[in-house]
């Protein structure tokens, strides 16, 4: 069996990931390993971001991180941890500028400024990018770029992390399965950074990459680490919905809404936000939570659009304009049989960001010793409500102080093979196959279907109720599901362990949006339509004999 | 039901390559990639592929050969009626079925 060891273990190799590495490496550490269940830098959210990167840069005007700050706490509807809310938004100028350093590309003004524009919830233009729609694959390409140039960084890419190692509490390293030999690999980590990114894979329908499972939570939790806000999922309320569209993600309308305006309309052509307490005559500003709240609304009332979304118009918009403001977009648009000027497309809520996650400290450690994490597998900064372009932000600025803080960490424990033993032990069992009944993918597919309808958008008590029992019975059912006895890329074998990870997430979403009875960002109970002022604090989830269990933080 | 045909190679590289087809629903506007994950929910979930961002177009891994071009799956739409021929990457090694070693070498563990 293959053992490795390093100072800094890295999971996860989104934006958090990679900067971490970056910054494990310039921080001391002189062995940093950093791991993908996918391509090293290709899966994971950041390479899929189309839009914009908040920062207060103030290029385009008076800004400043404290004002920054101010937006990200509203979007949060109260609950934000404001320490950590503070770091985004502090260091995140520094970030933003050493990216530019490494020659990410930011998209600039003639004066050579940073253009920055107004996304939705910011007071002033704070959001920069690179065209066309090229932010997220700009900036894993340039995070790709430095840690190809770091000796101290090893990468290996298809190794799937199934446990944590844990000695006398504390975290000390973690067994994988490598997807190519189907044989387990242990690791050992002085220190080990979550950078998995968010849950948002276990939802029908999602923005997410094919690893954004909730892995890093499913494996924080079974170490004993906290999580937070796991209640609080972010729909982005735009989502592509038809005409079919490929090659393009399906969030990618919002950059043009900034640009154009476009409007929203319901089945029949009205305009409906005013409704919903949001005026959108002058700019685009509805906030996420709301826009999402209405959309869904509109089409539970029988107003929705062919598929049961709404329609997004630009027909308004001068052919000249769009044609600006889309580039080359427009033929990739027109290749899917989509004419902005001739027609409106149809849009609908989609699962695109995880507010909640790890519970970390201002040194982005989790309440385990040896165990940190880093960008969206961190919970508490955005509250119940992400901020538009705080995702990227976020990413960088926390995989940075990840890095660093891991690197100086001294462990807690010393690694022992026998504390690896039973995740090996299981590995290997399960790869010598299993004659059973159902599939992890059919789970998996039911699974996204009853998140979707009964924890998604609009909750209530009987429909989470309904899907508690349903995961409980899911997960009873793990152990007698059929495994191919294949050793080389055993995709069975991979599902079984994504629906394992995936029913801890998806499990802790349900238990923590049963308890908070009352509406609020990103969480709605149609049973408890208002907002609970004695309710404005945070639930954390810890892992229990009987599963996932919730509490009132003090 | 309108439905399209994919004939797709099996086996790991060591087992000379065979092919296995599939009918699969068809819906305007699908994808390869849209109707392999279907018979990996539907018909046969050991069929193993390589992908990642599903819709976007961005992490390229879902590259394979498609009636012998080089083609990524999640932006080739399916043809009603049609059969077409799925191989994994030529030139690389063959993992199993449509996975070929696409990883740099020095991102392998062994």
Redesign the interface.
């Known amino acids: 069996m293959i053992h490795l060891e390093t100072d800094v273990l890295i999971i996860g190799t989104g934006g958090a990931g990679m900067y971490a590495a970056i910054s494990a490496a310039r921080c001391g550490a002189e062995r940093v390993l950093l791991l993908d269940k996918s391509l090293v830098g290709r899966g994971g959210a950041t390479i899929m971001a189309q839009m914009t990167v908040a920062a207060a840069l103030a290029e385009e005007s008076d800004d400043d991180w404290r004002l920054h700050l101010d937006d990200t706490l509203a979007a949060g509807r109260g609950l934000c941890n404001e320490a950590l809310a503070a770091i985004l938004c502090e260091e995140a100028p520094a970030r933003i500028r050493e990216m530019g350093e490494w020659q990410v590309g930011w998209a600039r003004r003639d004066s050579g400024r940073i253009a920055q524009v107004t996304a939705p919830g910011h007071s002033r233009p704070r959001c920069c990018y690179v065209d066309f729609l090229n932010t997220g694959p700009a900036v894993a390409a340039t995070l790709r770029r430095q840690i190809s140039r770091i000796d101290a960084i090893r990468r290996v890419s298809n190794l799937t992390v199934t446990d944590l190692v844990a000695v006398d509490g504390a975290v000390v390293g973690a067994v994988a399965l490598d997807a190519a030999s189907g044989e387990p690999v242990t690791i050992a980590a002085r220190a080990t950074i979550i950078a998995t990114g968010g849950l948002t894979r276990i939802y029908r329908r999602n923005s997410a990459s094919a690893n954004m499972g909730g892995d890093g939570y499913a494996l924080a939790l079974r170490a004993g680490a906290q999580l937070v806000d796991m209640e609080f999922v972010q729909f982005f309320p735009i989502g592509h919905l038809a005409p079919r569209l490929v090659g393009m993600d399906p969030i990618m309308w919002d950059p043009f809404r900034y640009k154009l305006g476009g409007r929203l309309l319901d089945g029949v052509g009205r305009e409906f936000l005013a409704r919903y307490g949001s005026d959108e005559t002058d700019a685009y500003t509805t906030p996420r939570d709301i826009a999402t709240h209405a959309i869904v609304s509109e089409v539970a009332a029988g107003r929705g659009s062919p598929h049961g979304g709404v329609f997004l118009s630009f027909e308004h918009v001068p052919v000249v304009d769009l044609e600006a403001a889309f580039g080359p977009v427009i033929e990739r648009l027109a290749k899917n049989g989509i004419d902005l000027a001739e027609a409106p497309v149809e849009v609908s809520p989609i699962a695109h960001y995880h507010m909640g996650g790890i519970a970390v400290d201002e040194h982005m450690a989790s309440t385990v010793p040896g165990l940190f994490a880093a960008g969206e597998a961190v919970g508490g900064a955005n509250g119940a409500n992400r901020l538009s372009g705080n995702a990227i932000s976020e990413a960088l600025v926390f995989g940075e102080r990840a890095g660093k803080f891991a690197a100086a960490a001294k462990p807690a424990s010393d690694w022992r093979d026998g504390a690896a033993e039973e995740a090996v032990d299981r590995i290997r069992a399960l790869a010598d196959g299993h004659k059973g009944d159902g599939s992890a993918a059919v789970l998996l597919e039911e699974m996204r279907a009853l998140m979707g309808d009964a924890v998604g958008p609009l909750r209530d008590a009987a429909g989470l109720t309904r899907a508690l029992a349903r995961l409980a019975g899911m997960r009873d059912a793990l152990p007698s599901l059929a495994i191919n006895p294949d050793r080389a890329c055993n995709a069975s074998l991979a599902d079984w362990f994504e629906l394992r990870a995936s029913l801890v997430a998806a499990e802790a979403v349900t238990r923590a949006a049963l308890a908070r009875r009352e509406s609020r960002g990103a969480h709605q109970r149609t049973d408890f339509p208002d907002s609970d002022p004695g309710l404005a604090r945070r639930q954390l989830v810890t892992m229990e004999a009987a599963g996932a269990a919730v509490r009132w933080a003090s | 039901m309108k439905t399209a045909r994919l004939k797709i190679c099996r086996g ?2 060591d087992e000379p390559p065979s092919y296995e087809e599939f009918a699969v629903p068809f ?5 390869v990639l849209d109707a392999l994950i279907w018979i ?3 018909r046969d ?5 390589r ?11 879902c590259t394979i050969a498609i009636d012998g071009r080089v083609l ?1 799956a ?2 080739t ?1 399916l043809v009603e009626g049609a059969v077409m021929t799925l191989d994994p990457l030529p030139g690389k090694t063959r ?3 449509l ?1 070929a ?4 070498p ?5």
Do not use: F, M, Q
């Open positions: 790991t590289g819906e305007d506007g699908a994808t990996r929910g539907h979930p050991s069929l193993a592929i992908y990642s961002c599903i819709n976007a177009n961005v992490c390229k891994e990524y999640c932006t739409r993992l199993r079925d996975v070693e696409t990883r740099s020095r991102e392998r563990i062994v």
